[in-house]
């Protein structure tokens, strides 16, 4: 009986902090950095005391904010590079790196700006997130699909600007065009001359109704999750 209790115990800690985690994204992102831990627990529906047994400190905090965002990338690369094809991976992971990261500025400036940084927590995701990166990049120009003379460390801080960018704009949409365009300059030159569209399978939604849709490895990306959605667009087309 005690280790059912037990375990638990340890499951309520995971979604407790799992909760803090999440609560505490969004509140930097919100309202920066100066948050109080006290409004972070109440945003997580936890006590203040759960929210300083998981994180001591704001710092501590932060790092591991930071490394959750990191590993959520890390796990959608992997997928990306065994579900999809190279160059669409590889692509649309620097897509989404761009898209998430740009709402979690004032993590990223910090852990820019402090010395101390980073810390071991953090020091581990970054260095897997490289991985992640390398691989999918490396496969994109066996592919042919990337510039041959990009390296990882390029193409990050390439990333990095592309969201400062993106942070610019307010019309997101806008910032989002040009940031596919921005992208498109990693592709060889044969790619950027013909204008290839820009994929990301594994993101991709209806172009009607906004469903998510089920990525395929091989031919043109779906466009509608179904024929009645097909056929809506069909009918808004202007007459030829």
């Known amino acids: 009986m005690t280790a059912v209790i037990d375990g638990g115990d340890r499951a309520d800690a995971r979604r407790n902090r799992a909760k803090v985690l ?3 994204g969004e509140a930097f992102a919100e309202h920066g950095l100066d948050v109080p831990l006290g409004d972070i627990a109440r945003l997580a529906g936890v006590g ?8 001591p400190s704001k710092q501590a905090l932060l790092e591991a904010v930071h490394a959750q965002h990191l590993s959520d990338l890390i796990a959608s690369g992997e997928r990306r590079l065994s579900q999809l094809p190279p160059t669409e991976a590889f692509f649309g992971f620097l897509l989404e790196v761009v898209e998430t990261s740009q709402r979690r500025g004032p993590v990223c400036d910090l852990v820019t700006a402090d010395p101390s940084w980073p810390r071991p927590v953090l020091t581990a995701a970054v260095q897997r997130f490289r ?14 699909g ?3 003379d990009l390296d990882p460390e ?3 801080s390439f990333a990095v600007g592309c969201t400062a960018m993106l942070t610019a704009r307010r019309d997101r949409q806008a910032g989002l065009a040009l940031v596919r365009l921005a992208l498109d300059g990693l592709r ?11 994929r990301d399978g594994l993101n991709a939604r209806c172009e009607e109704c906004g ?4 990525p395929r490895p ?3 990306p779906p466009r509608y999750c179904g024929a009645t959605c097909r056929q809506r667009a069909h009918r808004r087309r202007p007459a030829g």
């Open 22 to 24: 999440s609560a505490a």
């Open 48 to 55: 203040a005391g759960t929210v300083y047994r998981h994180f």
């Open 131 to 144: 991985q992640v990166l390398t691989a999918l990049l490396h496969a994109a120009q066996r592919a042919g």
């Open 146 to 148: 990337a510039r041959p």
């Open 154 to 156: 390029g193409v990050a």
């Open 188 to 198: 060889p030159s044969t790619f950027v001359t013909e204008h290839p569209p820009f």
């Open 211 to 214: 469903t998510a849709l089920t």
């Open 218 to 220: 091989t031919g043109r």
